[in-house]
């Protein structure tokens, strides 16, 4: 990338120092930061890796999120004999990543746990996937492509779209699941083992978000304190009568 110029985000970030796997991912103008960042930060723990330079969807966050498997299939070509390793810019290493390699499979995922009312369900995430070069691979991005270009509302992102590409595999390619400490945790989370981490304070959307659950929280602990206060009982007992 040529340091004169004046529109950078315009082109792809490339940094080949011939290993075995390379990071890639996509940003569009308003993410080039981050990808700067990110290319930054790789360069110093010597991994090679592609960024693409994007067009911006029509649409919100969630429209963008699903050029993940157009960007795979682009790097696909682009690196044909190369294990890829998607990463959302926003992601940041601390460490070597590749004991990732030592996972079987034909993709692996992220996947962690979602709390549900009767339990807990298994939730794939893409913040971070590892693809390696093989015919089942490249069905898996074709399924993923192809539910992605869906016109569905609401749109929701691009991990709807892979359960969705999962569900509909038919034992075609196999999936594994990532080593958490190279999953992305997020930075308030992570702990000193966490090799790959992800920051999404800059995300507006997701800081709205925990404002309004934080605010959510506030109203009930007033409310339920004022009503104990008032009527010397719990809020919730009241409701079961």
Known sequence: MSAFNSNPWRNDIIYDVKTSFIVTGFFTSDYFPLADA???????????????????????????????PSVLKTARLDHPTSILILMDVDCRVRGDIS????VIGD?????????????????PGTRVVLLRPTAQADAFLKDWDEMCKLDIDPVENDE?????AIEGSAGRFAITTLPHHFTGREIRKATQKDIIIHDSARDEARVLGSLRKH???????????????????????????
């Open 38 to 68: 990110l290319s930054k930060n790789l360069i110093e723990h010597g991994i090679s890796h592609h960024l693409y330079a994007r067009t911006k969807s029509a649409g919100q966050w969630g429209h963008q999120t699903l050029q993940k």
């Open 99 to 102: 004991p990732i390699l030592e």
């Open 107 to 123: 993709i692996a995922v992220p996947m962690g746990r979602k709390p549900m009312k009767n339990g807990t369900a298994l939730k």
């Open 160 to 164: 709807i779209r892979l359960q969705m």
């Open 215 to 241: 605010l959510k929280l506030y109203f009930r602990q007033i409310r339920n304190a004022l009503y104990r206060l008032i009527t010397g009982r719990d809020y919730k007992s009241a409701k079961s009568h």
